[in-house]
Structure formats: structure tokens, C-alpha cells
């Protein structure tokens, strides 16, 4: 990488960076524009449908009362894992290749999470009570229960949305006062207010510094604890299927998993179409590629250990479930997750796959439709399947359900759109940081100097 | 009449080598401005102590007793018995104490952040731009113009690209 | 001002933390236990409720005659449930008995006077007046009389009896006319035949269940439709819970396990119309084994003599060494009950085949005894039992109608267009008919085809009363009176009857003005009979007491002693059941039953029973035809599967449902969809396979052998989901409806008083 | 110091497990499984009694019945040897109930007669609980459910109407019981007795298969009936220590 950047100097970052940010041509405007209008059409319009006549709009049922709802939620926690949690140990690693992608990962990691926290108000009943999970002294005299693994939930979530939010505002300070300079009009007071009269003197370096690695060090078990939290929705259940000690790992390793993935998807966009080239490169996805083939094997381990659970239990509730999970009618998309998440990864081994960069791309989004089913299957299977078989029923997503999982991606688009012309989507000083000091020049006498 | 004086140097080395003898030949320790941090600043213009630690360790002691207290006293004066559980049960409760000593850890680091850098700057104070782009700044305020020559000497032997005078300083 | 003294900043902290919890604590210690036992969160259903009115009643969803008391709420029925006085129901109710709020308050009641203004059937009714149309019908009703062809005027009743029959009777004789029929579709005739030529009876005996220790039903669903359901239900629980002694043990006979059969310890499959024959070769067993031991022996093994067990295994499909276990098991068990039923004695030899299970109860001796079959008294009061209209009957009609013979056709509740098979073609009797008047609050299939609509109001409205045909042991009576003031412009049968009396000018014998009025009246006549008591309290507060409890019975049981004479043992004799279509051309015998929620098709109108899943499959809202697994396999049908069911005389189209307990060479089909009219929420659901039956009749009652018609099935290659409740209705080895070898001899594993909750955590 | 002894009393107090002392009665239900002959009239009792609405044959098909109590059907063996065993299902009011302690917002809690109860308006729809039950008793209300004029003229006052996202379940008719509660009172008796309130399906069932009362009274007839050798509770193996327990059905 050194390699690469060292014809470039640190104004040329400067330029492409602020120009990243100033110059926006029609096609932006046109994504935008098409990101936002699916968002519309796809999500909200569907949403508030579903508001007006009720929870019936979804295709959920008696036994089935969860959906893909809650999958799509666990699904972008999931995605939001890694951005953050990836960016801070790298940080506290101090490996140098994060720098480059790291800021675009943490938007990723919080945008994906303000989706996750949308589908909260999606998936309830009666969302416009939804505040009352929120510990507030009230004239009820009523508090939330705290016992409740939704409401670790709604104190995690929150923390972590909270915790990523200041993470990377933190990072990008200087780089607000870097293109405050050089942009004008709203922007320019725009810039000026989030970069708080940053000057870049040597104190502020150094409490930016201590505080971004504090930060750091409390975000990594944080992020652990949101997806252990949120496996625990399903595990503190005795559902057949659901009720397994493994899920707490299962979800966080899962989570990275997809998350990582998913960095890798938006690194590509990022290369691509705001013309990194010369910032993301090879390297990372070399490096994320070796990432990935990790967490892929160790999914896989774990996997495996949850079909045996269910294989060795020889109860009739578990051996049911995990029948109709392998053999039932969503057979196929469990095999798919299979094929996905397992077995298609192991071509990372090759560093030729690694480094190449559309391969990449299909295989990380391959990665995340297979992270997708796996969440849609553990709620798909197992709530239909209990314990009382003349209970059992069966539970398919109505369009409804499929278009706000859709439109889901559009929101999270429009979001990350908006974001690459907000922030500086590369860290610029860090970037600097990373590239060799500028060489030391033969000093010019000043013209008219005092004598 | 005190002035600021503001030597623009084209590399880091340089103008950490001004800054060092600036304080040596007795200007009060001068400010570096520059568009990364910059490594040895240290060893040239003294160690430098931060407090943030201290606001994130006290931060997350405060979210952690607030979390447990919260979670516990509010069951204990509105009572809602609920699966045959304790009213104070400890490992959920432990959950939430954690959560919110993460919580608290960080408000607290960013708001120590902002205590010990100055930040959010009320105040216009003395500023570069180039040094935000690819130049090193080092500023020194002087009391005199005797000062100043020595200082702008200073600059110059270090080798600086420009020599700005920020005029009157408050 | 930035730099925080560390110091400074530990106290702060350590005092806001400790000081928190300390305090929220020393406050919480200052509190009052009591304050905690309530959460400052009520339950919506606690708040307290107001007073509610009771008001005691008949229930006329079926003819078991049940009494109900309702509970009203500002003049609004809000609940129905059993009476505990009435010795019927005990209290109890059956879902459709508490269905009757829906007739009440059904969305699709007619509310007003009607008269036909387009084609018959076409739907098109002005709004009239109730002056307008009593005037009209009066009117021609008159002419007629005077023209003394009062007899051109039929009057054609659902199954009623108490005063309001009495007085369909006068009103009918005042006509001059003899055609007053009660047609209900499920009236036992057979039975009814059956016990007058075996016993002399010519009402129903008590069949004492309660105390029985075997019960041999040979077709009869006595649960769900068979005569007093309630009253049977009552009887099979307190036998299953029997105390002291050992519980009953019920066997059914059947081709198609019904809820009865569900419920008996053993479901015996007898190939359809061989009960009887099955029934006779017991009745053998048991005299050649000397278990019968009366004087007669002689003729009984004489009349017995071709229905040694081994032919009637063969002809039956009972196992030779089942029958004789279940002979032996009726003759050794005292007190045992045979009865008979339902499809069993809807064959062409229905009535043979009842008689046969008399001889059953005779020979083990458990006619007139407890526990076994009791002879009630005549029922109370002069109310005598109704002309209940048969097949054969409904058949003459049509065929008089056809004839121009009759005139005015008035309609009380029933619906014969849709419980007669195409094949009585009642519907074209009708459009000979000049003038159809329908007394019917709702439009069912043969109310759309009247010319004059005078709705009645529901039961809920209007007095009547009710003797209880089945009985109890012993006389009973019921007083229905309105728990709510009718909602629309309706009135009651008998007063719209009285009315006409009047406009006739009959009111010399037909005095009353109203229904409340001529109940009063029949209940004084009765009240005169009664014992001295009974006299001394007078007749007001025998009747304010009448109407508080809702029912009245007096102690008097009827006759114990019987001997059937030689001729009727030596016709005692049970022929092979004869079936309508040849074996090749249709290899099904079409087995249709009464729905448990339907009934005979007059509670398809109601919400709840169109919701409540069937109890035997768990479907709703629609029909469906059962299969046996192996039949289906043959056949390659899944549920869901659309067939045809093709007989002679037509054919209907339901979706297919595997039925693990009934015969291969059977398919069944509940009776009570299929509607084309009757509101919205009967209409067009479901098939009716009354439609396709033969017009196939036993021959001494003119009853309609319903199960005697063959069919076969026609894959349509169509499938539809079979809306259901049940997910899978097999317990895969989990052992959740758990059975005990025998009551007493297993101490279960249950924590019965349950761990004290202080031991979990 | 004192302080800190309260301190102490007051943790004792609330780390004790199920925080009653003892319940002021503990309501049991017992299904006779060897009378109950399925024939559903408890079902249509519970519908007339607690408003419950009619969903329409397009959410049934969808499976979204609602029925406080059902009637569960299991087949055994094959014909000519079928047989069928039902077994009606309602809430079991588990005195360790998973329901309760998933609701995130208290909207289900076990009251002081041992019940466990939904507070409607509390509800926020997360449909957790009925995740969480093994019984699957609990239903949701998917729609603005409606009663065609005039049938609403049938609902019952003392139960309130469901309203959308809301989840609902047997409460054992905690109406009657509340009314049986204020008629003791009334006649200055410390407590309600045996069989004076009963819910309308025990009330409806025609074999009495169902008996209701206070497993707290030895001389009640549910105490009788539930110590009973015949009785044991369905899923017992979850610890879910339920309320209502079946008596076995005899299979002679």
C-alpha cells in the first residue's frame, strides 16, 4: 500500500476527499433519488398500511406470532457488528490498514442499526406504545421488567447506537475541520459547528488520541454483549430449536460474520463509484477475505453444533423441529444457507480469489443472503413447530412483509448515500498518517524580513 | 505590546525541531498545528497528562451503580411478581448494570474529551488553515520585537516555507 | 475551570451512587406490606361488574327441549346457559344451546312483514304492514272455509309440541283441515315405531345411562344429536366418574366413529344396515348360552335360530369371537343398556333393526330396571304427541300439491327444500302451490320461494313450553317466556295463529289473545291435575314459581312390568339392508351425519358454530367427505383433494379428508352446508349430500333411509386447502394425553400440590 | 447501622423466590380427560362469556384462530384400532410462568389469586409471550376485529373488547371470580366458597369433566379431584408448574 500512495501526496488526498464530498454529479442525484423513492414505495408506504389495518398485514399467524420482521431486525444487527467492533480492534491492534476503510465501515455499522431500530417499531403491535419499554418515571407509577431479554435489548441497542454515533463523530473531527476550510455557504458553517474549532494543535491530537482509544476499548465488549443480548430473545425461550446455551456465541460469530461481508460489499461500492482506488485496495480485501474464511469455518463449527444438540436431545419436540428444518418445506433455504455461508467461502483459501475484487463482492453479498436465511429459518421453524403438534401451524411472509424487508435496503442506501456527502468517507488524516512525511526542503530566505 | 508569531514549515521534522528550540532559547512552550499528529512531540515539548482516563473509569462506576439501582429499586417499589421470580433477580439485573456502565463510560469519555482539549472552542482563537491541508505550523507569542526577530531567526534557520505574523494577541 | 480536581470528583461520584440506592431503600423500608400485594397495574377484567338478570327458559335449538336461564343486561341477552333446576340439562349446555344468542341477534333476521313482488325465488319483497298481511292471508282462509275446502290449507311445522302444537291443531281442525304435519328431518320415527311394536309404547323410554355399567349403542350418537344429548352427556359423565363402584363402559357400533364412538372405550366397525343382524346374533349368543332363562326360551331360540354368530359374523364383518365377547360382556355386566340410532336406523330395515335391540335389553333383562331402559309416564298436561310428518308424508304433500290440492301452504321453521333430497322434488310442489306463507325469521331455502313472509319472533321473544318427548323417568314441563322484547317488528308463532283465529272468527273455541294468555290457560289444566300441594298454593303462585324455576315435573313413573306375546318374537328378524345404485357403478355407501354444529342445517347461520372447529376433524367453515387412509391411497387422494360424489340421483363437490376411523368401502359427509340461501354466513358454504340421497324409505314407518344410497367419487384433480385448527393431529410419541391402565391402580408422577414456588428461583 | 439492618430485611424480602408469601387463593382448574367427550360447548361458552371475536374464514385459513380454550385432538393407532383422544387447552396460569417474564413492559403478571394475567392496555403487541409459552395459548389480535349489528348487542359488559396488536388469553373468567369476591364480602364471609364461582366453560360442560375452585381449600372439590392418582399435568417435564391439571383417561 505504501507502495501505491507514496506518489500521492497529502493535498492530493485533500483534493479527492473534499471533492468527494463538493462535487456531486446527476448520477448521484439519480441514486439518491432512486434509493429514497424505493424507500418510500417499498417501506414506509407498506408500513404505515400495516399501522392502519394491524399487524395482519404481515403474513404472521398462531403459532408462527414471529416473522421476518424480527429476522430482518436480527439481520441488521448483525450487519452493524463488525463496522465498529472490526474498526476498534484494529485500532487498539494499530494495524494500518484499517485506516482507509474504516470510517465508511463504522457508517455502515451505525445506519444499519438505526434500520435494525426502525424494525423494532415495525415488528410490534402497537408501535406507537412502543416508549413504554423505556425505564421514565410516569404517572402509571408503572416501570418496565427489567427480566425481560427484549428490554436488554432496547438498553443495548440503545448504547450501541449511542456508543457507534459518538465512535465515529469522535474519528472524523479533524477531517470536518480539514474541509470546513474548503467549502463554503451552508456547508461551511455546516463543517464549522461539527468540527467544534478544531485547530490540529498538538494537545488536541493527543486528547483525541487517549479518548478515540478509550472508546474503543469499551465499544469491543459492548458489541459483544448487544448480539448475546439479542440471541437471548430466542434462547431464554424453551422453544424446541430456540432453546440452545450455543446461541449467544453462535449470533455474535454470525454477526461479525455478515457484518464483515457486508464491509466488504460497501468497500467495493466505495472503490467503485466514489473513486477510492487508490485508498482501498487489494490489501484490504486480501485481509478482510482472510477474516472472513476465519469467522465462515467457525460459523460453520458452530452450526454444526447446534444440529446436534437437537440430534442428541432424541426428544421427539427437538428431533420434530430439526427434521422440519433440514427435510421441511424451507429445506431448500436451509441448504442454500449451507451452501452460502460454508461452503462457497472456502474459495477464500486461494489469495488469487481473495484479491480479486468482483468475486469478492458476489461472495460477500452471496454471504449475507445465507446470514439472511439463517435468521429467517430460526424463526420460521421452530415457533411452528412446538411442543403440542395439534398447535403446530405454519408460517410464510406476506408481500407486505417482503416489501419492507426490501425497502429495508433502500433506507439503509439512502442513509449511506447521504452519509458520503456528509462525512469525509475516507479518514483522511489517518490516511495521511499512513503515508510517508513529507521531505525536508532547503529553506527559502524571506524578502523583507525585519533587520 | 505581545505579538503571535506563526512559522509555516513544509515538514514535520522541521517544525518539531523549530518548536524545540524556540523553547529552549526561552519562549513560552509554542503551540504545533499540524494535519496529522505528529510522533515525538513529547520528547520535544514536555510530557503532556490527560484526565479523560479517570472521567471513563468514574463513568462507568457511576452507570454501573445507577444501572443496578434503577433496575432493583424500581422493582421494589412497584412490585410485579412475574414467573414465580424474585423481585430482585440478579442476573438479568447484571445485564442491565452492565449495559449501562458501557453507557455512562463513554458520555463520560467524550464529555472528558471535550473538558481537557478546550472543546467545543467559544472563543476565535489563533488559526492556520494550511495546517489543516499538508503545512506544520508552530506558533510562539512574543513580548517585543527583540522576541520577534529572535524568533522569525528561529524559523528561518529551521527552515521555515513563511513566516505569518498573527498580529495582536488577546 | 476545566481541570477537575480528581478528589472532588470521586466524592461526587461515591455520594451520588450510594446516596441513590441508599435512599430509594430507606424509603422502600418505610412502606406498609400491604402496599405491595396489588401492582399499581389492574387487569381490565377487574373492574367490578353490574347486577344481571336471569330470566329461566326453554331452549328450541333442537327438540331435546333444554332448559336454559339468560342472563340479561339492560334489557339485552348477554348469555345462555343451562338451567340447574331442569332435570334435562342439570344446568348444562351444549354449544348450540348457547348459540342461540346468534339467532337472536343474527344480522341476517327478517324484520318485517313481506310480501313477494317478482318471480318466486327471485328475492323481490315489498315491506308490508302486519295488518296488511294477517288480512290477506285471513282473508283467503276464510274464502276457503267457507268454500269448505278448508282442507286445501297445509300447515307444515317444525317439530313443536307443549300448547302452541295444541293449538296449531284447533286452529286446524276450525279449518277444517287435516293437514297439520311436524317435519323435522332428524325425527326418530324408526324409534318410535320400533318400541310401539315391541313394547306397546308410543312414547320414548328413559334410557339411564347415569346408571348403567354397559352402554351398547349401535349407531346412536347419543353425545351430539341422538334424542337428549345433554341429558346423555350428563349421564356418560357421572358413569365415567362413578365413585364407589366400577366406571361404565361404553362400546359403540358404527361404520364411521362419531363423537360417541370417540368417546366409548370400544369402536366396533359393523359393515352399514347390519347392526340390527349384529344386534340378533348377540340376542342368539346370548339365548343359546342359557343366559336368558325367562319361559319363552323356546320361541326366542326358534325366532333367533338363523343368526347363530358365525353367519352373522360374515354378513356383519364383526368378528365371530367379538360378538360373543360383547354378548357375554351384556349379558354378564348388570345393569347394561342397549340402545339404537342414527344411522343404524335410517336403513331400509331401521325399524327391524331397533326391535332387535330391544330384544338385546329384554333378554339381559334390563327393560324397566335402573340402569337399564325405563318407561316414562304419558307426558303432562292433554298435550298429545304431535303427527310427526315422514318421508312418505312430505311425499303425498308434493304429490297433492302437484294435484292443485292444496292452496295455502303455511311454513312454520322448518326447511324442507333443503333437508328433503332433490329427489322428493318438494321445490316444484311448491310452485304448484298458489299461495306459500312462511313464517320464518330468517330467508332459508324454502322461505325465498314463499309468496308472504310473516316473521316469527326467535325463541328468545315468545312463550311457549315444552314437554320433554325423551323424558326423564318421569313428567316434566317447561315454561319458555321472552327474556328481551323482540328487536324488530316480529311476532311470535302463536300469536300470529291467534290472530288469524280471530280474523276468522273462531274465537268461540279459540278464545285466547294472546300466546301468554292460552300457555296460562294449558298450565291451569294442569295445574288442576296436580297433587294436593301442588293445589293448595294456588294457581298465581304456582305459576310465578312456574316461571322463577322455568320447569315443573311431578314423581310419577310409568310402567316397569313387560312380556312381549309369541307373534311379535316370531317376527322378530332383521333383513339384509337394501342400497340404492349397483356395488360396480358405486363402490361407496354414503354415510352423511348430523354436524355437531350444524345439526340439521339450521345453526349453519350462526357465526360461533361456523368457527368452531369440528370436533372430530377440526375443520371450519365448510364440508368435507372422509375417507379412510387406505381408501384414499387406492384412490391417490390427499386431503384437499376436490371429488365429486356421484349417486344415482345426483351429485355434490367437497374436498377430501383422511378419516382413520371409518369402513374402506364408506365415505361420510356432514349434514348441515351446503345452503344456497339462509344468510351470510350460510350461503353458498360447503356441500349438502342430502341433496344426492336416494328417496329410499323403510318400509313400515315411510322413514327416509338415509344411509342407504351408493356412490362413487370422481377426482376433479382440483385441491383446495381445508380451512382447519388442528396442526398435526398426532401425539408423536410425546405422551400428552397420558391413559392409565386402570382407574386407582397407578399413582401418578404429577407433583399434584406442585413444588411451593419458594423452590424455584 | 439501623439502616443497613433494613437495608438487609428489605434484600431478604425481595430476593425470596415467587416474592408471595402465599397466595390469597390459588385457582386450579382439572380436565377429566376420561369424560371429556370433545364436544366443544366449553368453546362457545368462552366465546359468548369474553367477547371473543369472530375472525372470518380467511384469517382462519391463515391460522389465526382465536379460542381461549381449544379442544386438542390426538389420534392413536390405525383402523380398525383408531382411536381419538381430545384434550381441551387453555391457559394454564403456570405459577412459573415463561410469559410473564418476557413481556418487557409488565404487561403480564401473576396476581395475588395465583392468575396469570394480560393487561390489555398495557400491551405493546411484541407477541413474545406467546413465543414464549409452550402451551401456545395465547392469541393476538391481528385486526380491529368486528361484530356485525347487531351481534355486538350480545358482548358481554364485563369484558373488555380487544383492540388490535393486543395479545389475549383465558383468565380463568376473572370476572366472575371479582363478582363471587364482592358477593363474599357482602355477606361478610372472608371468602368465596367452593363452587360458587365457576368459568363458563367449567360451567357449560355437559359431562363435568371440568371442575374450577381453590387448591388452597383442602375440603374443595378441585383439591379432591387433583389428588386424584389419575392426575397429572400436561408438559409437567418444563417445570412450568401449572394450574391446571388433567386427570388421565382410563384406557380399560
Known amino acids: 500500500m505504501e507502495a501505491e500512495n507514496n506518489k500521492l501526496g497529502y493535498t492530493d488526498i485533500h483534493e479527492d476527499v473534499v471533492r468527494s464530498i463538493v462535487v456531486t454529479g446527476p448520477k448521484y442525484y439519480a441514486t439518491l433519488a432512486t434509493a429514497g423513492g424505493l424507500a418510500l414505495v417499498c417501506f414506509f408506504f407498506p408500513w404505515f398500511y400495516q399501522l392502519y389495518y394491524g399487524i395482519g398485514a404481515a403474513g404472521m399467524n398462531h403459532p408462527g406470532v414471529w416473522g421476518t420482521y424480527l429476522a430482518s431486525f436480527i439481520f441488521w444487527i448483525g450487519l452493524s457488528h463488525s463496522g465498529t467492533l472490526l474498526s476498534c480492534v484494529l485500532h487498539l491492534t494499530n494495524s494500518s490498514w484499517r485506516k482507509a476503510m474504516y470510517r465508511s465501515a463504522e457508517a455502515m455499522t451505525l445506519f444499519s442499526l438505526v434500520v435494525a431500530a426502525t424494525y423494532v417499531f415495525v415488528h410490534v403491535g402497537r408501535p406507537w406504545f412502543a416508549h413504554w419499554t423505556f425505564p421514565y418515571p410516569n404517572q402509571w407509577e408503572l416501570w418496565p421488567n427489567f427480566r425481560s431479554p427484549l428490554l436488554f435489548d432496547v438498553m443495548a441497542i440503545a448504547t450501541y447506537l449511542t456508543g457507534s454515533t459518538i465512535f465515529i463523530y469522535m474519528g472524523s473531527i479533524p477531517d470536518f475541520a480539514a474541509v470546513r476550510d474548503r467549502t463554503v455557504g451552508w456547508r461551511n458553517t455546516m463543517y464549522s459547528l461539527l468540527s467544534l474549532g478544531w485547530r490540529g494543535t498538538d494537545t488536541e491530537w493527543h486528547r483525541l488520541h487517549w479518548a478515540y482509544t478509550f472508546l474503543a476499548v469499551l465499544i469491543i465488549p459492548l458489541a459483544v454483549s448487544v448480539h448475546s443480548i439479542v440471541s437471548w430473545d430466542f434462547a431464554m425461550s424453551i422453544v424446541p430449536g430456540l432453546h440452545q446455551t450455543i446461541f449467544a456465541p453462535y449470533f455474535v460469530v454470525g454477526a461479525i460474520y455478515s457484518g464483515t461481508a457486508g464491509i466488504v460489499t460497501v468497500m467495493f461500492v466505495l472503490r467503485k463509484y466514489m473513486g477510492f482506488e487508490q485508498y482501498i485496495t487489494k490489501l484490504h480485501f486480501d485481509n478482510l477475505g482472510k477474516l472472513l474464511l476465519v469467522l465462515s469455518l467457525l460459523w460453520t463449527y458452530i452450526n454444526a453444533i447446534e444440529l446436534f444438540t437437537g440430534w442428541y436431545s432424541g426428544t421427539s419436540d427437538e428431533y420434530e423441529q430439526l427434521s422440519f428444518k433440514l427435510f421441511g418445506f424451507y429445506a431448500p433455504l436451509y441448504w442454500e444457507m449451507i451452501l452460502f455461508c460454508a461452503v462457497a467461502p472456502l474459495l477464500m483459501i486461494s489469495k488469487r480469489f481473495r484479491t480479486s475484487f468482483v468475486p469478492m463482492l458476489i461472495l460477500s453479498i452471496a454471504i449475507n443472503i445465507g446470514m439472511y436465511t439463517e435468521r429467517f429459518l430460526i424463526v420460521a421453524t421452530s415457533l411452528p413447530r412446538q411442543y403440542l403438534p395439534d398447535a403446530w401451524g405454519f408460517y410464510a411472509p406476506s408481500l407486505v412483509e417482503l416489501s419492507i424487508m426490501v425497502g429495508s435496503f433502500a433506507v439503509f442506501t439512502t442513509l449511506f448515500l447521504i452519509f458520503v456527502k456528509i462525512f469525509p468517507s475516507v479518514s483522511m488524516y489517518e490516511v495521511k498518517e499512513t503515508m510517508e512525511t513529507p521531505k525536508l526542503k532547503p529553506a527559502i530566505p524571506q524578502a523583507g524580513s525585519p533587520a | 505590546m505581545t505579538t503571535c508569531v506563526v512559522g509555516l514549515f513544509h515538514d514535520p521534522q522541521s517544525a518539531l525541531a523549530a518548536a524545540g528550540e524556540l523553547k529552549n532559547a526561552g519562549f513560552e512552550t509554542p503551540e504545533l498545528m499540524s494535519p496529522v499528529p505528529i510522533e515525538g512531540v513529547e520528547e520535544v515539548l514536555g510530557k503532556k497528562k490527560s484526565i479523560i482516563k479517570n472521567f471513563t473509569f468514574f463513568g462507568g462506576l457511576i452507570g454501573g451503580i445507577s444501572g443496578f439501582t434503577l433496575a432493583s429499586v424500581t422493582a421494589i417499589l412497584y412490585p410485579h411478581p412475574v414467573g414465580g421470580r424474585p423481585i430482585i433477580t440478579i442476573p438479568p439485573y447484571l445485564i442491565i448494570t452492565y449495559e449501562l456502565t458501557i453507557l455512562f463510560g463513554i458520555l463520560f469519555t467524550v464529555l472528558g474529551f471535550f473538558i481537557s482539549s478546550r472543546l467545543p472552542a467559544i472563543r476565535n482563537r489563533m488559526y492556520v488553515p494550511e495546517a489543516a491541508v499538508d503545512k506544520f505550523a508552530v506558533a510562539v507569542t512574543c513580548e517585543n520585537s527583540e522576541h520577534r526577530s529572535r524568533a522569525d531567526a528561529i524559523f528561518n534557520g529551521a527552515g521555515a516555507e513563511q513566516i505569518r505574523d498573527m498580529g495582536e494577541e488577546d | 475551570m476545566p481541570n477537575i480536581d480528581r478528589r472532588e470528583f470521586l466524592k461526587l461520584v461515591g455520594a451520588g451512587g450510594v446516596g441513590a440506592g441508599a435512599g430509594f431503600m430507606l424509603k422502600e423500608s418505610k412502606k406498609d406490606p400491604t402496599e405491595y400485594l396489588i401492582p399499581y397495574v389492574v387487569a381490565p377484567e377487574d373492574f367490578s361488574s353490574g347486577i344481571a338478570t336471569w330470566y329461566n327458559s326453554v331452549c328450541s335449538m333442537c327438540s331435546a327441549g333444554c332448559g336454559i336461564s339468560v342472563r340479561t343486561r339492560e334489557g339485552r341477552a348477554k348469555k345462555i346457559e343451562g338451567n340447574p333446576s331442569h332435570p334435562v340439562n342439570q344446568g348444562r349446555l351444549c354449544g348450540m344451546g348457547q348459540a342461540g344468542l346468534q339467532v337472536l341477534y343474527n344480522p341476517d333476521r327478517i324484520t318485517e312483514p313481506l310480501l313477494r313482488t317478482g318471480e318466486r325465488g327471485a328475492m323481490s319483497f315489498e315491506q308490508i304492514t302486519w295488518e296488511d298481511g294477517l288480512g290477506q292471508l285471513a282473508e283467503r282462509l276464510e274464502l276457503l272455509r267457507a268454500a269448505r275446502r278448508g282442507n286445501n290449507v297445509c300447515l307444515l311445522s317444525e317439530g313443536t309440541n307443549g300448547h302452541l302444537a295444541q293449538l296449531f291443531e284447533s286452529f286446524m281442525r276450525q279449518l277444517g283441515s287435516n293437514r297439520l304435519h311436524h317435519y323435522d328431518f332428524d325425527h326418530p320415527h324408526t324409534l318410535y315405531a320400533a318400541n310401539q311394536g315391541f313394547f306397546g309404547q308410543d312414547h320414548l323410554p328413559y334410557y339411564d345411562l347415569q346408571n348403567t355399567r354397559l352402554l351398547l349403542s349401535f349407531g346412536a350418537d347419543y353425545l351430539t344429536n341422538w334424542i337428549s344429548p345433554l341429558h346423555h352427556s350428563l349421564g356418560f359423565g357421572a358413569s365415567r366418574q362413578r365413585q364407589e363402584e366400577e366406571r361404565g363402559r361404553f362400546v359403540q357400533i358404527e361404520p364411521r366413529m362419531s363423537i360417541s364412538g370417540a368417546a366409548a372405550d370400544e369402536w366396533v366397525a359393523a359393515s352399514p344396515g347390519t347392526e340390527g343382524i349384529l344386534a340378533l346374533g348377540m340376542a342368539n349368543h346370548m339365548v343359546s348360552q342359557g343366559v336368558y332363562q325367562g319361559a319363552d326360551r323356546a320361541d326366542w331360540s326358534a325366532a333367533l335360530s338363523d343368526y347363530s354368530p358365525s353367519m352373522v359374523a360374515e354378513q356383519t364383518g364383526v368378528s365371530e369371537s367379538t360378538i360373543t365377547r360383547l354378548a357375554d360382556d351384556f349379558a354378564g355386566t348388570q345393569p347394561s343398556l342397549a340402545i339404537g340410532g342414527g344411522a343404524a336406523a335410517n336403513h331400509s330395515n331401521g325399524v327391524d333393526m331397533l326391535v332387535a335391540v330391544n330384544v338385546l335389553n329384554y333378554l339381559a333383562g334390563n327393560v324397566g330396571r335402573e340402569g337399564g331402559l325405563l318407561f316414562n309416564p304419558q307426558p303432562a298436561g292433554t298435550v298429545s304427541r304431535p303427527h310427526q310428518a315422514s318421508y312418505r308424508s312430505m311425499l303425498e304433500l308434493a304429490e297433492a300439491a302437484q294435484q292443485g290440492e292444496i292452496d295455502v301452504l303455511i311454513i312454520n321453521g322448518t326447511n324442507p327444500v333443503f333437508t328433503l333430497p332433490a329427489a322428493a322434488e318438494f321445490r316444484e310442489a311448491l310452485d304448484a302451490i298458489p299461495l306459500v306463507v312462511s313464517l320464518s325469521s330468517f330467508f332459508d331455502e324454502t322461505t325465498v320461494l314463499a309468496d308472504l313472509i310473516l316473521p316469527s319472533n326467535s325463541y328468545l321473544e315468545s312463550w311457549g313450553d315444552n314437554f320433554p318427548e325423551a323424558g326423564v323417568g318421569f313428567r316434566v314441563g317447561a315454561v319458555s317466556q321472552p327474556v328481551v322484547s323482540p328487536l324488530y317488528n316480529t311476532r311470535a308463532t302463536g300469536d300470529i295463529i291467534l290472530s288469524l283465529a280471530q280474523r276468522i272468527g273462531m274465537s268461540s273455541t279459540i278464545p285466547w289473545t294472546s300466546m301468554e294468555e292460552c300457555i296460562k290457560d294449558g298450565w291451569r289444566r294442569i295445574y288442576e291435575q296436580g297433587d294436593p300441594q301442588t293445589l293448595a298454593q294456588g294457581f298465581e303462585e304456582f305459576w310465578i314459581s312456574l316461571l322463577k324455576a322455568g320447569v315443573w315435573g311431578e314423581t310419577t313413573t310409568g310402567t316397569t312390568s313387560f312380556e312381549p306375546d309369541q307373534n311379535i318374537i316370531a317376527g322378530i328378524g332383521v333383513a339384509a339392508p337394501e342400497f340404492s345404485g349397483s356395488e360396480e357403478d358405486y363402490p361407496f355407501i354414503l354415510h352423511p351425519y348430523l354436524s355437531p354444529n350444524f345439526h340439521d342445517g339450521r345453526g349453519a347461520n350462526l357465526p360461533w358454530m361456523q368457527e368452531r372447529p369440528d370436533p372430530m376433524t377440526s375443520v371450519v367453515y365448510g364440508s368435507w367427505v372422509e375417507l379412510n387412509p387406505t381408501t384414499a391411497e387406492e384412490l391417490g387422494l390427499i386431503e384437499g383433494d376436490l371429488v365429486d360424489i356421484e349417486s344415482p340421483h345426483g351429485q355434490v363437490l367437497a374436498p377430501v379428508f383422511i378419516y382413520p376411523a371409518i369402513m374402506p368401502n364408506v365415505i361420510a359427509m356432514p349434514i348441515g352446508q351446503g345452503h344456497s340461501e339462509y344468510g351470510r354466513y350460510a350461503k353458498d358454504r360447503g356441500a349438502n349430500p342430502l341433496e344426492i340421497l336416494s328417496p329410499q324409505m323403510e318400509p313400515i314407518t315411510g322413514n327416509l333411509a338415509t344411509s342407504a344410497t351408493r356412490v362413487r367419487l370422481v377426482a376433479t384433480g382440483r385441491h383446495i386447502d381445508l380451512v382447519k385448527t388442528s396442526g398435526t393431529s398426532r401425539d408423536l410419541g410425546r405422551n400428552i394425553v397420558q391413559t392409565t391402565g386402570d382407574e386407582g391402580h397407578e399413582v401418578s408422577d404429577a407433583r399434584l400440590n406442585s413444588i411451593p414456588i419458594t423452590e424455584l428461583t | ?252
Open chain 4, 1 to 252: 447501622m439501623s439502616l443497613f439492618s433494613r437495608f438487609m430485611d428489605g434484600w431478604r424480602k425481595y430476593r425470596k423466590p415467587g416474592y408471595y408469601d402465599e397466595f390469597d387463593y390459588h385457582w386450579t382448574m382439572t380436565v377429566d380427560l376420561d369424560s371429556c367427550t370433545g364436544c366443544e360447548a366449553c368453546m362457545t361458552a368462552c366465546q359468548a362469556e369474553n367477547n371473543i371475536p369472530l375472525v372470518g374464514e380467511e384469517e382462519l385459513a391463515k391460522g389465526r384462530e382465536i379460542q381461549w380454550i381449544r379442544i386438542e385432538r390426538y389420534w392413536e393407532g390405525e383402523y380398525p384400532n383408531a382411536k381419538l383422544n381430545f384434550m381441551p387447552m387453555m391457559c394454564q396460569h403456570c405459577d412459573a410462568a415463561p410469559c410473564e417474564t418476557v413481556c418487557p413492559v409488565s404487561a403480564t403478571y401473576h396476581n395475588q389469586d395465583g392468575l396469570n394475567t394480560q393487561i390489555y392496555n398495557r400491551c405493546i403487541g411484541t407477541r413474545s409471550c406467546a413465543v414464549y409459552c409452550p402451551y401456545e395459548v395465547r392469541y393476538f389480535n391481528y385486526y380491529n376485529h368486528h361484530w356485525d349489528s347487531p351481534l355486538d348487542q350480545q358482548l358481554n359488559p364485563d369484558v373488555s373488547v380487544r383492540g388490535k396488536g393486543v395479545m389475549e388469553k383465558c383468565t380463568f373468567c376473572i370476572q366472575r371470580i371479582r363478582d363471587a369476591k364482592d358477593l363474599a364480602k357482602d355477606d361478610d364471609r372472608r371468602r368465596v366458597r367452593d363452587g360458587e364461582v365457576q368459568p363458563a366453560c367449567v360451567q357449560s360442560c355437559p359431562t363435568k369433566a371440568l371442575t374450577f375452585g381453590d387448591r388452597k381449600d383442602t375440603e374443595s372439590q378441585v383439591y379432591q379431584s387433583m389428588n386424584n392418582p389419575r392426575a397429572y399435568k400436561v408438559l409437567d417435564e418444563l417445570n412450568t408448574d401449572s394450574s391446571v391439571v388433567y386427570l388421565k383417561k382410563v384406557d380399560a
